[in-house]
């Protein structure tokens, strides 16, 4: 029988940071803690201030189990982007000084983000250029530090150009800096959004309690059961580019593309449906991108928190669409560019996003072409595969290793293709093409499906609540992989 040391032992190493196991939202720990913070949660909603200093504490001790001892780089740059927004609120400051505090509080901020993101990639790039053999830098990425650091960024722009008031005490700025629920993976938080509802302190109804459950067991489903399980069939095709037949390729690359949206929005439902509980609404993060007829829908389906925060601070301040027609496509390439860069140190991400500002480009420049084609449904399937073609290949560079495995796998989907391997692959893999179609089925639904299904699980009795999550836990359990799988975007 253990002892009282060998307990205490093993809850201090339970609780302590370990590199190798972060804390997830699909991770039994985290679940465990979440059962523990709610009910003190509660008793210290009605007092504002206790609520708030409960909040960020446990923020901070989520990320330090998510990311050691980056933490302090959160709690200093929250610092540093208050006190700047606090003197710039000051009485007759100059509009000199005023821009100097922005300019400061970027240089802070973006600075800290290029040097862990991108000092190994410059680097590189200089040494191919000169000849030289280069070691990369021995640095570790802190889990999230591209989504807080843009929320850093919207917060000092918006209380520059007066979109909001600076908070009053730092506790409020940690607060929406840190949020748990958002901290890691997004959505990406906007001040103006989300500090009134931090000196609401609204109490979460009955109904934003079910919706936030329902939220959570679907991102579950999505996560835990759906893109672990596909991902296993995937990473054998990526892992061996070209070793597979062209239909067993395709079928990966079909697999990718399902197991990325359901990865990222598995995360955001259970982000979204704890921010419910607690009595907080984040932003909608995807509304069923591959519904997709082009790629400007797509853009504003897909990673909504992303799309309008590269639109209202980049796109817009470059000019947007009020300088001219090709002023407008340079914006809109420029703007995709930097997301491609955004999300990763490598060409094969700054590909990614330029070409999908080409495709943006393109599909703008056409639109008075397609508007005199009629909306026929042949129309409509055409451009739907049209899109979902595009968005599915360029998934192929955002996944593979490197440069050249992108382009062996896609060519590998035009050697040795025939659909009479269809017989032989479902049958061996046929709880693959179950969930594959389930998220095909859920995007060929209309989208006001959603909601109902919403509606009646908020209305149906507690037995059947019970029994839908128990189904959750026992999907999770018959389909789980040998390691809880970390979320796709933990790495941006």
């Not at 699909?26 to 803690?33: I, Y």
């Not at 523990?36 to 330090?64: D, E, H, K």
């Not at 909504?304 to 796109?315: A, G, V």
């Not at 659909?419 to 061996?428: G, K």
Request: net charge positive; with cysteine.
């Amino acid at each position: 029988m253990p002892s009282i040391s060998d307990i205490l032992t093993n809850i201090a190493e339970l609780l302590s940071y370990t590199p190798d196991k972060p804390m997830l939202f699909s991770s039994g720990t985290f679940w465990a803690l979440f059962l523990i913070f709610m009910p003190i949660y509660g008793l210290l909603r009605r007092n504002r201030w206790q609520m708030i200093a409960f909040v960020v504490a446990f923020s901070l001790y989520f990320y330090y189990k998510s990311s050691g001892i980056f933490v302090l780089m959160l709690l200093a740059t929250s610092i540093f982007d208050w006190t700047l927004s606090r003197i710039m609120s000051r009485p007759g400051m100059s509009r000199r000084k005023r821009k100097l505090c922005v300019v400061l509080s970027l240089i802070g901020s973006l600075g800290i983000l290029a040097y862990f993101k991108y000092a190994n990639f410059f680097l590189w790039n200089v040494n191919a250029l000169v000849g030289s053999n280069f070691q990369p830098l021995d640095i570790i990425l802190p889990v999230g530090i591209s989504f807080y650091t843009f929320q850093s960024v919207s917060y000092i722009v918006d209380v520059y150009k007066q979109r909001v008031a600076p908070t009053d005490t730092w506790l409020e700025y940690a607060f929406f800096l840190s949020f748990f629920p958002a901290l890691v993976a997004g959505p990406i938080v906007r001040a103006d959004y989300f500090l009134p509802q931090i000196h609401r302190n609204h109490q979460a109804t009955r109904t934003e309690l079910y919706t936030g459950l329902w939220l959570i067991i679907l991102g579950v489903i999505k996560k835990a059961v759906i893109a672990d399980y596909i991902a296993q069939y995937n990473d054998l095709i990526f892992n061996a580019p070209g070793a597979y037949s062209g239909f067993e390729t395709l079928m990966g690359i079909i697999g990718y593309t399902m197991q990325i949206y359901c990865d990222f929005s598995g995360y955001s439902d259970m982000a979204i449906g704890i921010a419910y509980i607690m009595g907080f609404e984040l932003a909608q993060n995807f509304n069923f991108p591959y519904k997709s007829r082009n790629l400007t829908d797509f853009w504003r389906r897909w990673h909504i928190s992303l799309s309008t925060w590269l639109r209202d601070y980049i796109y817009i301040p470059l000019g947007g669409n009020r300088k001219g027609t090709l002023r407008t496509y340079v914006n809109n390439f420029a703007t995709m560019l930097i997301g491609g860069l955004w999300h990763g140190a490598a060409w094969k991400f700054v590909f990614w996003g330029a070409m999908h500002g080409v495709g943006l480009a393109i599909h703008k420049a056409s639109k008075p072409w397609l508007a005199r084609i009629p909306d026929y449904w042949i129309v409509k399937t055409v451009s739907w595969l049209l899109t979902i073609a595009f968005v599915a290949t360029l998934w192929v560079f955002f996944r593979a290793d490197s440069w050249n495995d992108a382009i062996d796998i896609i060519c590998a989907v035009f050697k040795d293709f025939s659909l009479d391997y269809i017989p032989a692959f479902v049958s061996a893999r046929l709880t693959w093409v179950v969930l594959i179609l389930v998220i095909i089925i859920a995007h060929a639904l209309p989208t006001h499906f959603r909601e109902l299904a919403t509606d009646i699980f908020v209305m149906a009795p507690w037995i059947i609540k019970l029994l839908i999550f128990m189904a959750t836990v026992q999907l999770v359990l018959e389909l789980r992989t040998a390691d809880v799988a970390p979320f796709i975007y933990f790495r941006f």
